[in-house]
T-cell receptor, first 113, second 114 residues
Framework: DAGVIQSPRHEVTEMGQEVTLRCKPI?????LFWYRQTMMRGLELLIY????????DSGMPEDRFSAKMPNASFSTLKIQPSEPRDSAVYFC???????????FGPGTRLLVL | AQSVTQPDIHITVSEGASLELRCNYS??????LFWYVQSPGQGLQLLLK??????LVQGIKGFEAEFKRSQSSFNLRKPSVHWSDAAEYFC????????????FGKGTHLIIQP
């Protein structure tokens, strides 16, 4: 299995630009999670989906952030407009039905100038 | 709400020495507990997990952890560390049978001295 795939691995953009992060979960997994990692706040859950449906988005910092999961094999996290404080590593993780373990992707390192 | 505390931000251990990384959690019911490791520039890899049963769990790379309900702890141990163990280690608690997201500690940075 290829594991969780994230793209791009690195993104540098300017303040005010739209940023789209992508995630392909492990085939057959029905839960998908987006996390953000910063030095100040550590790893935080942003949002998660079960069977493509958003279950809890209480961790999404503000309206500039949005996430979608149009099908079982693809999810996006969008920031519009981006700000320097959004600079972080964004991780996607997936989990199979009936399982407790989440498998993490390699992350997208985002730098907003 | 649940929380995880890793009291040691940095730990330095000599190669070949034993290791214990501390983790304390706060959660009203029996938690689902995890230890993940993150090497520089990499994602998180699961070392081990505890859900129920034997409170001493074995993981990959020679790691083990012990769940102590009375102390709300889930400390990670390894009898003899290798230079390749240098990394960031995260303790996490999952609720809802692990179906919900994970709450992570701030991590412990492990440095291995030759």
């Amino acid at each position: 299995d290829a594991g969780v795939i994230q793209s791009p691995r690195h993104e540098v953009t300017e303040m005010g630009q739209e940023v789209t992060l992508r995630c392909k979960p492990i085939s057959g997994h029905n839960s998908l999670f987006w996390y953000r990692q910063t030095m100040m706040r550590g790893l935080e859950l942003l949002i998660y989906f079960n069977n493509n449906v958003p279950i809890d988005d209480s961790g999404m910092p503000e309206d500039r952030f949005s996430a979608k999961m149009p099908n079982a094999s693809f999810s996006t996290l969008k920031i519009q407009p981006s700000e320097p404080r959004d600079s972080a590593v964004y991780f996607c993780a997936s989990r199979g039905g009936g399982q407790e373990t989440q498998y993490f992707g390699p992350g997208t390192r985002l730098l907003v100038l | 709400a649940q929380s995880v505390t890793q009291p040691d931000i940095h730990i330095t251990v000599s190669e070949g020495a034993s290791l214990e990384l501390r983790c304390n959690y706060s959660y009203g019911a029996t938690p689902y507990l995890f230890w993940y490791v993150q090497s520089p520039g990499q994602g998180l890899q699961l070392l081990l997990k505890y859900f129920s049963g034997d409170t001493l769990v074995q993981g990959i790379k020679g790691f083990e952890a012990e769940f102590k309900r009375s102390q709300s702890s889930f400390n990670l141990r390894k009898p003899s560390v290798h230079w390749s163990d240098a990394a960031e280690y995260f303790c996490a608690v999952g609720v809802g049978g692990g179906a919900d997201g994970l709450t992570f500690g701030k991590g412990t940075h492990l440095i291995i001295q030759p």
